[in-house]
């Protein structure tokens, strides 16, 4: 009796460590073909981007002036502005798809805005996890082709710097508005009139913007010249003015490490029947007077 016994044990198990063999032999193989490329492992920290060291300057625009914003490059020659950013993450319905001719990492798309086509040249560098970098230039000439030539050269130089582990960062000192979060600030109960009932604070991909229904806040780098009518608000200097649907406030502080430029916060209150008048600018101004005595002087 025994050893028929010990004959099936032995069988059954060498049918066992067969069953395992073939279970073993058939497992599928691991791929390592390449990843694709994200934007934040391309560009880390979105909210410390020095979106500057992106643009090869002296290539793509020799002689150009470059201003990092927190939240973009704007590169400056005679008529000609280029920006390098923002970061977005909504869809856009003017963005089409186009045939950029240069290398491109896995899981990423180079894209075309239609917008303002007659005097911008529009690229949208869109990552494999759906955010993109907008990049444009514009300028006061009729010659697309040039802009646009200029605009294939500055998403070359993006891609250069974000595959060769290139991408800067900024350093914002004791006091800077790089170092606020605009959402806390939105995030107030004296402005639930202001932003409408039950609208909660969104801050945007940078961490330097945010929207509150009717009421957003950006904290940048001035690039513009101010314009706007003079008032107090806040405890602060600031000015006021309307742009289209928008009544826009802002105020302004020395940048440090930028001599000569200015760190911005603008707010703005949208009129969402129509065009900005009065009362939008009223509610503007109850807006200003909460936000902006919060900010930290330098």
Not at 67 to 85: H, K, M, Q, S, Y
Not at 103 to 122: E, H, K, L, Y
Not at 271 to 289: F, K, M, Q, S, V
């Amino acid at each position: 009796m025994y050893p028929r016994l010990n004959s099936l044990v032995v069988a059954m198990a060498c049918a066992l460590l067969a069953a395992g063999c073939a279970k073993a032999q058939t497992a599928p193989e691991t791929s390592s073909g390449p990843t694709p490329l994200t934007a934040a492992a391309a560009l880390g920290d979105f909210s410390t981007v020095d979106y500057c060291s992106l643009l090869d300057v002296p290539s793509v625009a020799p002689g150009a002036v470059a201003t990092p914003t927190f939240e973009n490059c704007r590169a400056d020659i005679g008529p000609r502005t280029i920006l390098v950013g923002p970061l977005a993450f909504d869809s856009d319905p003017n963005i089409k798809p186009y045939a950029y001719l240069g290398p491109v990492p896995d899981g990423v798309a180079i894209q075309q805005s239609m917008f303002n086509d007659r005097s911008a040249c529009t690229r949208a560098i869109t990552f494999a996890d759906g955010n993109r970098l907008d990049l444009s230039v514009t300028d006061t000439g009729n010659d697309q082709a040039a802009r646009c030539g200029v605009a294939d050269a500055a998403v070359g130089s993006v891609l250069t710097a974000v595959t060769a582990n290139k991408v800067g960062r900024l350093i914002f000192p004791d006091r800077s508005w790089g170092l606020v979060a605009p959402c806390a600030l939105l995030d107030d109960h004296a402005l639930d009139d202001v932003a409408g009932a039950g609208a909660r604070p969104a801050t945007g991909l940078s961490g330097h913007s945010c929207i509150r229904g009717k009421v957003s806040l950006k904290l940048t780098v001035e690039t513009d010249a101010p314009s706007g009518t003079p008032e107090t608000l806040g405890g602060r200097a600031a000015r006021i003015r309307v742009a289209g649907a928008f009544c826009l406030v802002d105020t302004t502080q020395p940048a440090a490490g930028l001599p000569g430029h200015r760190e911005l916060a603008e707010l703005s209150v949208v009129e969402t029947a129509g065009t900005a008048g009065d009362g939008t600018c009223a509610l503007a101004r109850t807006a200003a007077n909460v936000i902006l005595a919060r900010l930290p002087k330098a």
